[in-house]
């Protein structure tokens, strides 16, 4: 003969599995939110690997802007276009987009930013012609290994900057660079790819520091 469950039983079986569901929650999205900063790093991985093939090929230099006054010249679509790794933004699957990065379906786009040194700016911080690379600097460090190379961007700007702000970091919700728990994921020149906190990130905005200067 079958045992019914009363109502009281039943209940505490539906409460007991609440109480069980409140307890695994949160660790599911721990490992989720992990997951999704695995594929960040082999997103970095494989668009600095690719960059410094573009630059052994170039006389050292990255991937930078061909030039800011045309469609389709900006340094993902450059390697994308020479067939150094593809670039669609309309594709959220693909190697430019985070996880939990910003989503955006525009070529001036990208959830990766390279250091500005290696397309924006000069030794001494001024602006460069974006359509001249005369003065940009090459890929040759000594210190590679702590020099930055790429690194989740800022909402989707493709170029990361030395002046970051707390704001930058931490208030932009997806849009954060620190947007893995409060850490960031880097290339650096050297090739490894790592995650910075968002405190030690701002420890580094003086922008002739090595992290910035190659």
Same mark, same amino acid.
């Given at each position: 003969? $079958?045992?019914?469950?009363?109502?009281? @039983?039943?209940?505490?079986?539906?409460?007991?599995?609440?109480?069980?569901?409140?307890?695994?929650?949160?660790?599911?999205?721990?490992?989720?939110?992990?997951?999704?900063?695995?594929?960040?790093?082999?997103?970095?991985?494989?668009?600095?690997?690719?960059?410094?093939?573009? &630059?052994?090929?170039?006389?050292?230099? &990255?991937? &930078? %802007?061909?030039?800011?006054? =045309?469609?389709?010249?900006?340094?993902?679509?450059?390697?994308?276009?020479?067939? !150094?790794?593809?670039?669609?933004?309309?594709?959220?699957?693909?190697? !430019? $987009?985070?996880?939990?990065?910003?989503?955006?379906?525009?070529?001036?786009?990208?959830? !990766?930013?390279?250091?500005?040194? #290696?397309?924006? !700016?000069? +030794?001494?911080?001024?602006?460069?012609?974006?359509?001249?690379?005369?003065?940009? #600097?090459?890929?040759?460090?000594?210190? /590679?290994?702590?020099?930055?190379?790429?690194?989740?961007?800022? %909402?989707?700007?493709?170029?990361?900057?030395?002046?970051?702000?707390?704001?930058?970091?931490?208030?932009?919700?997806?849009?954060?660079?620190?947007?893995?728990?409060?850490? /960031?994921?880097?290339?650096? =020149?050297?090739? $490894?790819? &790592?995650?910075?906190?968002?405190? /030690?990130?701002?420890?580094?905005?003086?922008? @002739?520091? +090595? #992290?910035?200067?190659?």
């Amino acid at each position: 003969m $079958h045992k019914k469950f009363t109502l009281i @039983e039943l209940l505490v079986v539906i409460a007991i599995i609440g109480i069980l569901a409140s307890l695994l929650l949160p660790v599911l999205g721990k490992a989720r939110k992990k997951a999704q900063s695995t594929v960040c790093k082999n997103n970095l991985k494989q668009i600095s690997m690719a960059s410094l093939i573009y &630059a052994e090929d170039n006389n050292d230099l &990255a991937p &930078a %802007d061909l030039d800011s006054g =045309l469609a389709n010249t900006q340094w993902p679509v450059t390697l994308s276009n020479l067939n !150094y790794l593809q670039f669609n933004p309309q594709n959220g699957n693909s190697s !430019y $987009h985070c996880p939990q990065g910003t989503p955006f379906t525009k070529v001036w786009e990208s959830n !990766y930013a390279l250091n500005f040194r #290696f397309g924006r !700016y000069t +030794d001494d911080g001024t602006a460069t012609p974006w359509n001249s690379h005369d003065d940009l #600097f090459t890929i040759q460090s000594n210190h /590679a290994s702590s020099t930055l190379f790429l690194m989740d961007s800022a %909402d989707t700007q493709r170029w990361i900057w030395s002046n970051l702000t707390a704001n930058t970091l931490y208030n932009l919700g997806t849009g954060s660079v620190a947007r893995h728990n409060n850490f /960031a994921n880097l290339a650096y =020149l050297d090739g $490894h790819v &790592a995650s910075l906190s968002g405190t /030690a990130i701002l420890s580094q905005n003086g922008f @002739e520091t +090595d #992290f910035w200067m190659p």
